[in-house]
């Protein structure tokens, strides 16, 4: 016995410390078969899975591709995937164990896989090579995508590279990618860089600008009525994203970047830009609105390109509004991201400092858990409802804009499908508005990538069927325009 709790403690103490990704699932196996957690994985029955139809479904799939039989299969793959999608989407299944879910779920994932590629790479009787890339595009229509959301979080949102960079290097990372105030940073450096770049970028992550904030003498805070130099933060959106456009750095990197941000005028709706709603607008600008904290940096202007020749190659966009932070109104815009991208799974990374204490036990189970979520509940309730009646109270307060948007930040989600957190720690607070040093840059980078390894199986699992759409649709694409082909 002595020795077990010994040789638990080693490897929970290499879970802990691990530098990779293999190393974290080389100890988290071991220990989910000290806990008799490899067992649970390979007893395919529980109440969460109807796992005799499964079973069922795997083996007609398995048949109908053995036999080459490209017209049965499809019909079973979409019978197969609109039964079991509801029950493979809980996230309870990857509650028990470290290291994933029933095997019985991943022996069904990839005969998914196996045979959306078999009908990808075969012949289909009657159909055309522009047929089957209709349908397939169809599929993923209807099927949807996954979006990776970063949220703000000051220094906080740093650990936002480290979620990323795990992604990246399991080849997880979503196309659509959306940012808000840090996040907002952190999503344009991604989004503005193709592949060969972004591999570079997160091997070296320590080149990156680190000074975005510099405080304002105190006359100057009081004269211009916010607090830090955001001269001083544009050149460190610049020198680490440039100054691309959305559609400019959507053509450059495959990948749809969206930033969020709020409006001054209570009247006026949070905006999300990308490449689809503001094609032309300046990203660095669009970032920097979307980090300007009230009382911490003062709104923006956007900006757009000008493709008239001659002239200012920068000119204002929508001149008249002013924009700020879009954590205020809208940290994690789920909706406006499923009508424009046909998103169906949201991959939250979250280290919004005033959010953490209230979810900090969103991944526990049990009943202290359980106790903690509705106390941290009812407590979160009770701070909007009181903000709603205090805002209701000052109609023509100065104060009033301010508790709107205390009351946006209150009331609004912070949570998605997959949540990705960045850890409760007090002490902490004290670097949030700080510029972090290279020893707080490797701390924050770990930070993520420690937080992301534990759902990296949810996260694989949850968007295999929609990566296994976009490959076959990028195959299928490259073999109609170049006439490979056929019918």
């Known amino acids: 016995m002595k020795n077990h709790r010994k040789r638990r403690k080693q490897l929970q103490c290499q879970l802990a ?20 957690l490899l067992a649970w994985r390979e007893d395919g029955d529980t109440g969460m899975l109807h796992s005799d139809l499964i079973r069922e479904h795997i083996r007609q799939m398995a048949h109908y591709r053995q036999e080459g039989d490209t017209v049965n299969l499809p019909r079973v793959l979409q019978e197969s995937l609109y039964r079991h999608l509801g029950e493979l989407s809980n996230p309870d299944l990857y509650g ?31 159909v055309s090579a522009e047929q089957k890339l209709q349908l397939f595009h169809r599929a993923e229509r209807v099927f949807g995508r996954p979006a990776l959301m970063l949220s703000g979080g000051a220094a906080f949102g740093i650990y936002h590279l480290g979620v990323t960079r795990a992604l ?25 860089r193709n592949d060969t770049e972004l591999a570079a970028f ?24 916010h607090a830090m130099d955001q001269t001083q933060l544009h050149e460190h ?96 815009p789920m909706m406006r991201l499923a009508r424009l ?61 301010y508790l709107q948007q205390a009351h946006a930040m209150a009331t609004q989600a912070y949570l998605g499908d997959i949540n990705i957190q960045f850890p409760f720690s007090p002490l902490l607070y004290r670097k949030v508005l700080s510029n ?13 990538e420690q937080a992301t390894w534990p759902r990296m199986a949810l996260i694989h699992d949850q968007t295999l069927i929609s990566r296994t759409f976009t490959d076959c649709i990028r195959q299928l694409t490259a073999q109609v325009e170049t006439g490979q082909l056929k019918a």
Request: aromatic share 6%.
């Open 237 to 332: 959106i610049r020198s680490n994203v440039g100054s691309m456009s959305f559609r400019e750095a959507y053509l450059h990197s495959g990948r749809t970047l969206n930033i969020s941000v709020s409006p001054t005028r209570t009247r006026q709706k949070p905006r999300l830009l990308n490449e689809l709603a503001s094609p032309d607008v300046l990203i660095d600008y669009a970032v920097l609105a979307s980090c300007a904290v009230p009382g911490i940096f003062p709104s923006v202007t956007l900006k757009s390109r000008n493709k008239k020749t001659g002239g200012n190659p920068e000119i204002p966009y929508m001149p008249t509004e002013h924009w700020i932070d879009g954590s205020v109104q809208g940290d994690l």
């Open 96 to 126: 028990v164990a470290r290291t994933g879910t029933k095997l019985l779920v991943t022996e069904f994932l990839q005969e998914v896989e196996r045979s959306m590629r078999f009908v990808c790479d075969q012949p289909m009787p009657g």
């Open 17 to 36: 410390n691990a530098n990779s990704y293999e190393q974290w699932f080389d100890a988290a196996e071991k220990l989910d078969e000290m806990d008799g």
């Open 202 to 225: 997160f091997e070296k992550p320590h080149q990156v600008h680190l000074d975005a904030l510099r405080w304002l003498r105190l006359d100057r805070m009081v004269q211009q009525g």
């Open 168 to 192: 990246w290097q399991r080849d997880l990372l979503p196309d659509v990618v959306a940012g808000s105030s840090m996040g907002a940073i952190i999503a344009a450096s991604i989004c503005c």
């Open 436 to 448: 972090p040093s290279p020893e707080d840059l490797e701390m924050y980078i770990r930070l993520g």
């Open 341 to 401: 991208h046909n998103v169906n799974k949201t991959i939250v990374s979250q280290a919004n400092p005033h959010v953490l204490p209230f979810i900090t036990h969103h991944h526990e189970r049990g009943p202290k858990a359980a106790l903690k979520q509705a106390a941290a509940s009812v407590l979160h309730a009770q701070v909007a409802t009181v903000l709603e009646l205090t805002r209701d109270s000052w109609n023509s307060s100065l104060l009033r804009p």
